[in-house]
């Protein structure tokens, strides 16, 4: 079973920077299909970034050109780097793992498509 902890979270002004980290544990071999997501309140999750098993990305169009997702295998870590945030970047912040995930599989955005969810890391983007 794996285990999926974010930490980096926290409260930052307008046009601030963050960097997520979700650390894996338990079975990590299959760490190549990871995603971000996030949800506010009142709304539903929705997916910010994702890393396929072919090793293409893909992001929101509310965030491309200001997140970037990446990650280190040797850390078993994923990373979100938040720059230029916004107020509507306000939200719980899940990472999340694919199981079904091969070398042709594409970077979802979907939650359905993620068995494995971290607990949440908030982030409160101040106007």
């Known amino acids: 079973q794996v285990q999926l902890v974010e930490s980096g979270g926290g409260s930052v002004q307008a046009g601030g920077s963050l960097r997520l980290s979700c650390a894996a544990s338990?079975?990590?071999?299959?760490?190549?299909?990871m995603a971000w997501f996030r949800q506010s309140l009142g709304k539903e999750r929705e997916g910010v970034a994702g890393?396929?098993?072919?090793?293409?990305?893909n992001y929101a169009d509310s965030v491309e050109g200001r997140f970037t997702i990446s990650r280190d295998y040797a850390k078993n870590t994923v990373y979100l780097q938040m720059n230029s945030l916004k107020f509507e970047d306000t939200a719980m912040y899940y990472c999340?793992?694919?199981?079904?995930?091969?070398?042709?599989?594409?970077?979802?955005?979907?939650?359905?498509?993620?068995?494995?969810w971290g607990q949440g890391t908030q982030v409160t983007v101040s106007s």
């Open positions: 999340a793992r694919r199981v079904s995930c091969w070398s042709w599989s594409g970077p979802s955005l979907a939650t359905y498509d993620y068995t494995n």
């Open positions: 338990g079975d990590t071999n299959a760490m190549r299909c």
């Open positions: 890393i396929g098993g072919n090793g293409r990305i």
